[in-house]
């Protein structure tokens, strides 16, 4: 029997690869028999940052180009120069994405637009882009880098958790609306892991340890008299205070990432982003 896992002769387009979790996909992929690697990210540097990354861990066969996942024209493009410069896309990974930590009647409305570009009209975008080839070839895969969020809420991510969660749902619509072409979607919800979205914002140790003592499905802890609640500008990038371990919530079409990057630390594994 051939190795179902193999991804021998397959070109995969893994979005926002420069680094972080996308970059480490697409070295997996490769140890999996993949001939090409094709990654974007938004702009010159990260573009060149990921090069650079793509080198050092020996990776050869890699393409990288300059392309905003929420523009559709742009994105449209990109795609003719992929079918003309490295051939058809077998896998599409939709990883880009980004988070906003902000309580939500703070958050403007723009800001909450973004993470919703981003993080649920890009994957659109991007799978509408590629669909009619994979529907013509009768044959595809499509991931898409969704989040514990797209289960849960938490504390300030009320765009990404809304984002996340509509991820979700658009994965499983991309099942039911091409599986008959021969496409399969499934939706990866990672628990927390150390990459440079994550760092800026909380500290692994202080996460873990908030997230043990609490649980987001229990009531808030009424507060003593005379303690004052945090203002608004602490809780922008507090660590999250409530958060349950993914559970049984997670269906059959899940896969939780839990395998670190080399930017992660020990204590990295339980936060959600
Ligand atoms: N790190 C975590 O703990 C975690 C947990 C759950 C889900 N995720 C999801 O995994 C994916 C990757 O996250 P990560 O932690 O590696 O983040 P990261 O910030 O390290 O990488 C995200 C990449 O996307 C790129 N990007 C952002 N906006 C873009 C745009 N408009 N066009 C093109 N590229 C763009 C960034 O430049 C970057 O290279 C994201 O979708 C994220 O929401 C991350």
């Not at 190795?3 to 002769?9: A, D, H, P, Y």
């Not at 990654?39 to 300059?66: C, P, T």
């Not at 958050?107 to 981003?118: A, P």
Request: include cysteine; charged fraction near 20%.
């Amino acid at each position: 029997m051939s190795n179902i896992f193999s991804l021998e002769g397959k070109n995969a387009w893994i979005t926002g690869a420069s680094y972080g979790i996308g970059f480490n996909i697409a070295k997996a992929f490769v140890a999996a028999g993949a001939k090409n690697i094709i990654f974007n990210d938004i702009n010159e540097a990260a573009l060149e940052r990921g090069l650079a990354n793509y080198k050092e861990a020996g990776i050869e066969n890699v393409h990288g180009y300059v392309c905003d996942v929420t523009d559709e024209v742009a994105v449209k493009a990109l795609v003719e120069k992929i079918h003309a410069e490295v051939g058809q896309i077998d896998i599409l990974v939709n990883n880009a994405g980004i988070i906003k930590r902000i309580p939500m009647h703070e958050m403007k409305r723009e800001e909450f637009q973004q993470v919703i570009d981003v993080d649920l009209v890009a994957p659109y975008i991007v799978s509408s882009a590629v669909l009619p080839e994979m529907m013509e070839r009768r044959e595809g895969k499509i991931i898409n880098i969704c989040s514990m969020m797209s289960e849960l809420g938490r504390e300030t991510v009320s765009a990404y958790a809304a984002a996340k969660g509509g991820l979700k749902m658009l994965t499983r619509n991309i099942c039911s609306e091409y599986g008959e072409y021969n496409i399969q979607c499934n939706g990866i919800g990672p628990g927390y892991i150390a990459t440079p979205q994550t760092a800026r914002s909380v500290s692994a140790r202080a996460t873990a340890a908030a997230i043990r003592s609490t649980v987001s499905s229990a009531p808030r802890h009424q507060r003593d008299a005379g303690s004052t609640r945090p203002n608004s500008a602490d809780r922008r990038c507090s660590s999250p205070r409530t958060l349950p371990m993914p559970s049984t919530a997670m269906s059959s079409m899940w896969t939780v990432v839990s395998s670190p990057t080399s930017e992660s630390s020990p204590n990295n594994d339980l936060s959600g982003c």
